[in-house]
């Protein structure tokens, strides 16, 4: 995840429960790698709100904006009118040719997190953890995280910030994402993002110079 001063980028990471009973679990989110130039926000979903949140620099309501920005990016108006065009199909089908195909329907709704109404600012440097949340079988538990960089640190710097999953001390998984710095024109000689395909399914991102570029995507390079 590459920023540029002042820029404001988010990601959503869900916690999954594959035990055999609910539980309590903490959610950890390592900001000790991270300099001061970044500010981190966290927000909970709401069924997973935490009951305890430890080392946040302050805990305050969730803007509009900040609510909005999630639902906006999950709303997909287009593929809701698409489904539900498929179970308008289905019924007539059903109805007037005694036919069913249940096979092409879908969910008319996108899976929309409904987060808590709480923001929680990270301290870089430190671990932010919320103690005691709410893990079900039957539903994961997700989080809204924001980056902001505010300048200051070398052109094309990259800093690991670490998500993890505890119960009872035993860390039962986790992600990690990398934030970067964005390049300096002046010095990256023409480097332009490229994206290929990584064998096995997936896409990866490198910075490379422009006139290499058609190669990556060409070899799908790594």
Same mark, same amino acid.
């Given at each position: 995840m590459i920023l540029a001063p002042g820029q404001v980028q988010w990601t959503y990471v869900e916690f999954h429960n594959a035990g055999t009973s609910d539980r309590s679990v903490d959610l950890e989110f390592d900001l000790s790698g991270l300099p001061g130039a970044f500010e981190? @926000? +966290?927000?909970? &979903?709401? /069924? *997973?709100? !935490?009951? +305890?949140?430890? @080392?946040v620099t302050r805990s305050r309501p969730a803007t509009a904006a900040e609510q909005d920005q999630v639902r906006g990016e999950h %709303? $997909? !108006?287009?593929? %809701? $009118? $698409?489904? #539900?065009? %498929? #179970?308008?199909? #289905? #019924? /007539? +089908?059903? %109805?007037?040719?005694?036919?069913d195909m249940t096979s092409i329907l879908c969910a008319p709704t996108s899976a929309v997190p409904v987060l808590d109404d709480t923001v929680h600012e990270g301290r870089p440097g430190t671990i932010m953890r919320f103690r005691d949340v709410d893990s079900r079988r039957d539903r =994961?538990?997700?989080?809204?995280?924001?980056? &902001?960089?505010?300048? *200051?640190?070398?052109?094309?710097?990259?800093y690991r910030l670490d998500v993890r999953q505890v119960a009872s001390g035993e860390v039962l998984g986790g992600s990690e994402y990398v934030l970067g710095t964005?390049?300096? =024109?002046?010095?990256?000689?023409?480097l332009v993002e490229a994206h290929f395909d990584v064998p096995g399914g997936g896409d990866g991102t490198k910075f490379v110079p422009g006139s290499a570029a058609h190669q990556v995507l060409r070899d799908g390079e790594a």
């Open positions: 981190v @926000t +966290v927000q909970i &979903t709401a /069924l *997973g709100a !935490p009951a +305890v949140v430890e @080392t %709303r $997909l !108006p287009l593929a %809701r $009118l $698409l489904c #539900w065009l %498929r #179970w308008l199909v #289905w #019924w /007539l +089908v059903r %109805r007037f040719l005694g036919r =994961p538990v997700g989080a809204v995280l924001r980056f &902001t960089y505010q300048g *200051g640190l070398p052109a094309g710097a990259s964005a390049p300096d =024109p002046a010095e990256s000689d023409g």
